[in-house]
């Protein structure tokens, strides 16, 4: 009688959580199916953006959409978010598109930069992530559709706010930069014997840390001390919101980073999320104040509060989309657009290619009409209706992984592609010994050292 009591229970509790789970998705899965729309195409050739109509009347007059993706190298997102920059540049009135790369590099170095098709080419190829712009998918993009803008009375400008500045620009120049910024305001710090010698060197190893985690956390505690009396020292002589403040907190937040991984052999992403959402928000209220700006990034860097996922272990975790949009007085001026996908293959270049999770039983994408390849659904308007009585739902819009979660409150949207595909190099933008050095040691890495070093600079 206990055996049979205790399997009627099991029965009836498996029971009442699966009529409990089927019940939590089921106003917004009835809600994603009534709402979707479809997209016709992801050609960034294509003229024709009525299909795009329902995306721009959800955002409305935001003055800032965030574009993500899955991973850094889905070729099919990176034709869909060309095509959506077209759309919100040509349609929309968004005149800024700022990249999850260098922010002294794509400010500074970007402004100084002749605006014709060549030295523009170079100057993006070397100076915003190679998983963007060594990538087939990006070509439209970088090499035809920005370009081609500076001939316009319209053109698209260029920004990024990634604190990692070691690209190209930065490389050759971060160090010369800020020398010359030290000296001009004339820091106590630049008349000390080992400014030369010791403490400029130290600042242009970063660069190098960056590649090459250090054994030496000596020298990453060391070279925190410097940039933390020079941030004071400079903090007496100019606003906190200078450009050059800006550039220095963004060293000093990378340097943390390294020293938590050298220290523990453990990556964070906190301090570059938490420091990319204010040099956003720094682009936002001052460079771009009266611009209307399109970010490109990643769907984990711009999601919204992690504190909407179901599992605990996301809640300390910063994002900056969340580090930018709490920042707002009015969070509704920022739309955000995650992107995911049904099935395929997916894999950044330079990294191993591999099979992409299938979607959970019920989860988003099992709700999207099997005839769609493209897809749209726009949360808003649930989230108005909705206040809350949210619910949590599967989706794969965090690195193709299945995971549970408000997404209604992660994203204003989601972007549905059936099919996923990885990227394939664009050989032809590099010279014979970088394509040589890619089959040899086909990383990002290898990519990325060749940009550096090429013998043209910007």
């Keep these: 009688m206990k055996v049979r009591f205790l399997y009627r229970s099991i029965l009836f509790l498996f029971f009442v959580l699966f009529t409990i789970s089927g019940f939590a998705q089921k106003v917004i899965k009835k809600y994603v199916q009534n709402s979707v729309v479809q997209i016709v195409n992801i050609d960034p050739d294509s003229t024709n953006f009525a299909d795009l109509e329902p995306i721009g009347k959800a955002i409305g007059d935001a003055k800032m959409v965030m574009l993500g993706e899955q991973d850094h190298g889905d070729a099919p997102t990176f034709l869909a978010k060309t095509r959506l920059v077209k759309y919100l540049h040509e349609k929309k009135g968004f005149t800024v598109l700022a990249f999850?790369?260098?922010?002294?590099?794509?400010?500074?170095?970007?402004?100084?930069?002749?605006?014709?098709?060549?030295?523009?080419?170079?100057?993006?190829?070397?100076?915003?992530?190679?998983?963007?712009?060594?990538?087939?998918?990006?070509?439209?993009?970088?090499?035809?559709?920005?370009?081609?803008?500076?001939?316009?009375?319209?053109?698209?400008?260029?920004?990024?706010?990634?604190?990692?500045?070691?690209?190209?620009?930065s490389f050759h120049h971060l160090q010369a930069d800020l020398d010359s910024v030290f000296k001009s305001h004339n820091l106590a710090i630049s008349k000390q014997p080992e400014y030369t010698s010791a403490i400029l060197p130290m600042i242009d190893s970063i660069k190098k840390w960056c590649y090459h985690i250090p054994t030496d956390t000596i020298a990453v505690h060391t070279c925190l001390g410097y940039l933390g009396t020079l941030k004071d020292q400079l903090a007496l002589k100019m606003d906190s919101n200078n450009f050059w403040m800006v550039v220095v907190n963004n060293e000093i937040a990378l340097v943390q980073s390294i020293k938590i991984t050298a220290s523990t052999s453990r990556i964070t992403t906190n301090e570059r999320d938490i420091r990319m959402g204010k040099n956003l928000a720094w682009l936002n209220d001052y460079k771009f104040k009266d611009r209307k700006i399109i970010v490109w990034a990643a769907d984990a860097h711009v999601v919204k509060s992690l504190k909407n996922m179901?599992?605990?272990?996301?809640?300390?975790?910063?994002?900056?989309?969340?580090?930018?949009?709490?920042?707002?007085?009015?969070?509704?001026?920022?739309?955000?657009?995650?992107?995911?996908?049904?099935?395929?293959?997916?894999?950044?270049?330079?990294?191993?290619?591999?099979?992409?999770?299938?979607?959970?039983?019920?989860?988003?994408?099992?709700?999207?009409?099997?005839?769609?390849?493209?897809?749209?659904?726009?949360?808003?308007?649930?989230?108005?209706?909705?206040?809350?009585?949210?619910?949590?739902?599967?989706?794969?819009?965090?690195?193709?992984?299945?995971?549970?979660?408000?997404?209604?409150?992660?994203?204003?949207?989601?972007?549905?592609?059936?099919?996923?595909y990885p990227c394939e190099p664009n050989k032809a933008l590099f010279s014979h010994a970088a394509v040589d050095s890619l089959k040899v040691n086909p990383s990002l890495k290898t990519i990325t050292n060749t940009l550096n070093n090429e013998t043209v600079r910007p």
């Design 310 to 420: 179901k599992e605990p272990f996301f809640y300390k975790t910063a994002t900056m989309g969340d580090t930018f949009v709490s920042g707002l007085s009015d969070p509704g001026k920022v739309y955000t657009i995650g992107f995911t996908s049904y099935r395929g293959t997916a894999g950044r270049l330079g990294f191993k290619q591999f099979k992409v999770y299938p979607p959970r039983n019920n989860g988003f994408e099992t709700w999207i009409d099997k005839k769609y390849s493209y897809a749209f659904v726009d949360f808003d308007a649930y989230n108005k209706t909705a206040a809350g009585d949210d619910e949590y739902f599967f989706t794969k819009a965090q690195g193709h992984f299945n995971y549970e979660g408000k997404w209604n409150r992660l994203f204003n949207g989601l972007f549905f592609i059936r099919d996923m």
């Design 100 to 169: 999850e790369s260098d922010f002294l590099g794509l400010n500074y170095g970007w402004d100084k930069v002749p605006k014709n098709g060549p030295a523009i080419d170079t100057f993006l190829k070397r100076n915003i992530f190679p998983i963007w712009t060594a990538c087939d998918a990006c070509n439209a993009l970088f090499y035809k559709y920005i370009p081609g803008t500076w001939s316009t009375a319209d053109p698209l400008l260029i920004t990024g706010f990634d604190n990692q500045q070691y690209l190209n620009y």
